[in-house]
């Protein structure tokens, strides 16, 4: 996991990077917390990243996701620490490549669902992080170079992303506001494709 601590400052850094127009999101449709959570959570993970480097996958994921989940708050630090949680779950004893990381992603994904009770179409994160997990699923499946996986994965979620801004909102405080938040993009549907390109960006640049 010695790329843990370059994944980390690159999430850091586009999460700054977009702080107001993110909070700005959030505060038209939701708490306007979201940012402020999440960079708590991530203040967090950098205070420990030589450890997490030194770790093998199963145990990141999971020191990663009680670390989110005692350190962000808010719905958001129950559903990113249920996400590695599962993924260290899934992880244990299982050989690190695209194919079996497809696999263990959907499996934290799907947890995520469950845990937010919420699916496509909600206009919540998962509708960035479902079409991640389809499109890294179908490029597992037809063997398709790292570099283009990752190149998809990022148009992936940015499309994902999109697509919130014409949907209404039925979960969270976003639900409150019926057809207002149409026109909106949903913060967590953002900040997860800037997490997720920042995370492809920095794989790239190993290429």
Do not use: W
Not at 127 to 143: H, M
Not at 175 to 186: K, N
Request: proline letters at 1%; a negative charge; glycine letters at 8%.
């Amino acid at each position: 996991m010695s790329l843990l601590p370059d994944f980390i400052t690159a999430i850091q850094q586009t999460i700054h990077t977009h702080e107001i127009e993110v909070t700005e999101l959030d505060k038209a449709i939701g708490d306007g917390d979201h940012v402020v959570n999440l960079q708590r959570g991530l203040a967090a993970l950098k205070t420990i990243e030589n450890e997490l480097a030194s770790l093998d996958y199963s145990s990141a994921f999971m020191k990663i996701g009680m670390t989110l989940m005692s350190t962000m708050g808010g719905a958001s630090g129950s559903l990113f620490g249920t996400l590695f949680i599962s993924m260290a779950k899934a992880t244990k004893d299982q050989p690190v490549n695209l194919t079996s990381f497809a696999a263990v992603f959907a499996q934290g994904v799907e947890s995520v669902k469950q845990r937010g009770k919420a699916d496509l179409g909600e206009k919540t994160m998962l509708d960035t992080l479902i079409p991640v997990v389809n499109s890294l699923q179908e490029s597992a499946q037809n063997n398709e170079s790292l570099s283009a996986t990752l190149e998809k994965l990022k148009l992936v979620a940015i499309k994902g992303m999109e697509s919130t801004e014409g949907m209404i909102a039925t979960k969270g405080r976003a639900s409150f506001l019926g057809e207002r938040a149409i026109g909106h993009i949903d913060a967590g549907a953002r900040t997860s494709q800037l997490m997720i390109c920042a995370i492809a960006d920095v794989l790239l640049a190993q290429q």
